[in-house]
């Protein structure tokens, strides 16, 4: 019997769980802690990487102690991860300024002067962009690449500049900063778009950093997801609660892990996530890159395995919005407000049971409404930071109700258009696994598979597959299981959704209304957000 603690370090906040790996993964105790995301009116999207460790510290001791584990039996920690994120340090290791979330966008000039010049395909300079796919398997064409953040220090605050030792992504930082080691894995590499990953190669490109202005000597090592980095720092491990020693291993991204807390680890394999953000993946064996609808194969945890993978910026976040925006009262409308979980003698456990509860009863389709989840911009199937969310079709008989139906339904139209996308290169499975804490809503799951036409199956505890796959990571490391694949039998369905053919008529005609917005809408969104 082994133990694992493992921290999934969304966007939001930090989930620390601690499991027991034997023949299977059980989660024994877990705690939860948010975190700011600091955004500004010129698209800067950021985190504080001591808020962080913050969140680290004061989630450990409460899951062990829900877990009925001492620190000492711990036998491993690992990552799971945002992604694209960028964390500058210093030779000791300490940010030397805010980190970069995935989400920023202020670099829109130093994309335009390193790729989005001269002759163009899917807004990156030709010549460069055949190079990037060549050596990376994708492109940095988008404004929310980490190499045009980095630019935009260079260019916007030299004497931070100055200091940057490493360029590191999120957990890549943590891991630093409990051993003192600077690496990344494979997943985070393929994430700076500056990894030549051709067989023989799988180092940092030194053209390609030449290309586009890059010091390789700020890149650290990369290692793989299931190898040790080295043992916590004394010093570290005080402040978590945990054992001086303890084996550190270099984890995944969530676009990686989430998959195999999924149980999707072989080839053919498609999930659907719905947290803060959203997507659809696909693993495959090799790289594939659709350039015009901006989706690629991003490089896996598993050594030769890759996803296919089209993202949404705002999923879960978009149902957040709501719940903050539309389902409280904010102007005081009310003499008094009451929380719907103190009442109902405890039916609800939180307002998003609620708010799904009520949406249940108004019809697929919402009247018509139709909502955009582009909160934040939109990366694909096109890619437009100046994109925004919409409420289209509202009539004198709509209601909040209907309003927060319609996002649930916009965020599964987007994924419908991912997966119609995806298929024009990498055939997606006829059943897909839901998760995210999206799937914790029958009703989004059913409204899923009934926009999708898909068979849509859920695992338990569908919010934490990013620590699964993180446990995952531990339990190869340490020899427990042989690799990923044996992951798939620790992982089974409890649920499953088929397509109602009753909604379908409906569903088509809103998707093809919701599919048109965009381009209808195009010259609006850069008028009042260019």
């Known amino acids: 019997m082994k133990y694992a603690i493992t921290y999934d370090i969304g966007t939001t906040g930090v989930k620390t769980c601690v499991f027991e790996m034997s023949d299977t993964i059980r989660l024994l105790g877990s705690a939860s802690k948010g975190y700011k995301l600091y955004v500004f009116p010129d698209g800067g999207a950021e985190q504080d990487p001591d808020e962080w460790w913050a ?3 004061e989630t450990t001791p409460i899951a062990l102690e829900k877990a009925g584990i001492a620190a000492d039996k711990i036998d491993g920690i690992s990552f799971c991860s945002q992604m694209q994120g960028l964390v500058l340090v210093d030779k000791d290791g300490n940010a030397i300024r805010r980190a970069f ?18 002759f163009q395909i899917a807004g990156a300079n030709v010549p460069k962009l055949l190079k990037s796919l060549v050596i990376t398997g994708a492109v940095a064409a988008s404004v929310k690449d980490p190499v045009w953040k980095y630019k935009w220090v260079q260019a916007h605050e030299p004497e931070n500049f100055k200091k940057v030792h490493k360029w590191l992504d999120v957990k890549e930082y943590l891991i630093g900063r409990m051993t003192g080691r600077f690496i990344m894995t494979p997943d985070s590499a393929f994430g700076a778009e500056l990894f030549d990953i051709r067989a023989g190669h799988q180092c940092w490109s030194a053209s390609l950093c030449k ?29 978590l609660g945990l054992k001086a020693g303890t084996i550190v291993f270099g984890g995944g991204g969530d676009a990686s892990l989430i998959g195999v807390g999924a149980g999707c680890v072989n080839p053919g394999d498609t999930h659907i996530y719905n947290g803060t953000s959203g997507w659809v993946s696909t693993v495959v064996e090799k790289s ?6 901006m989706i690629a194969a991003v490089t896996g945890a598993d050594e030769g395995k890759f996803n296919y993978f089209a993202e949404l910026e705002t999923a879960g976040k978009c149902l957040e919005w709501v719940k903050d925006h539309l389902a409280l009262d904010e ?16 039916k609800y456990t939180s307002l998003y049971d609620y708010m799904t509860e009520v ?24 890619e437009d930071p100046n994109a925004r969310g919409m409420f289209f079709n509202l009539s004198l008989e709509t209601g909040k109700s209907e ?15 991912f997966i119609e996308a995806s298929d024009k290169k990498v055939k997606t499975n006829d059943t897909v696994r839901f998760v995210g804490g999206g799937a914790l809503s029958a009703l989004t799951c059913q409204i899923l598979a009934d ?29 427990l299981i042989p690799g990923f694949a044996d992951a798939k039998k620790m992982i089974p369905a409890v649920h499953t959704y088929k397509p109602n053919p009753a909604n379908k008529e409906v569903y088509d005609k809103n998707y093809a209304v919701y599919k048109n917005l965009y381009k209808a809408n195009k010259a609006n969104f850069a008028a009042l957000n260019g």
């Open 359 to 382: 949406c249940s009863r108004v019809p697929a389709g919402c009247g018509g409404v139709i909502f955009t989840p582009w909160l934040h911009g939109n990366r694909c199937p096109f």
């Open 451 to 479: 926009i999708t036409g898909k068979t849509v199956e859920t695992v338990d505890s569908p919010q934490n597959v990013g620590a699964v796959g993180a446990a995952v990571t531990v339990a190869v490391g340490l020899g």
């Open 101 to 118: 979330s995935y989400m920023d966008q202020r670099a829109r000039e130093e994309l335009k002067k390193g790729m989005a010049h001269g």
């Open 331 to 346: 102007i005081g409308i009310y003499l008094e407000t009451k929380n719907v979980t103190d009442s109902y003698e405890g």
């Open 288 to 293: 594939v890159v659709d350039a015009n609808t």
């Open 403 to 417: 309003m927060i139906r319609s996002v649930l339904e916009g965020v599964c139209f987007h994924m419908r258009w």
């Open 55 to 57: 969140a680290l510290c």
């Open 211 to 239: 290309m586009l202005g890059v010091n390789i000597d700020h890149l650290p090592e990369v290692i793989p997801s299931t190898e040790q980095v080295g043992g916590l720092r004394e010093q570290q491990a005080k402040e």
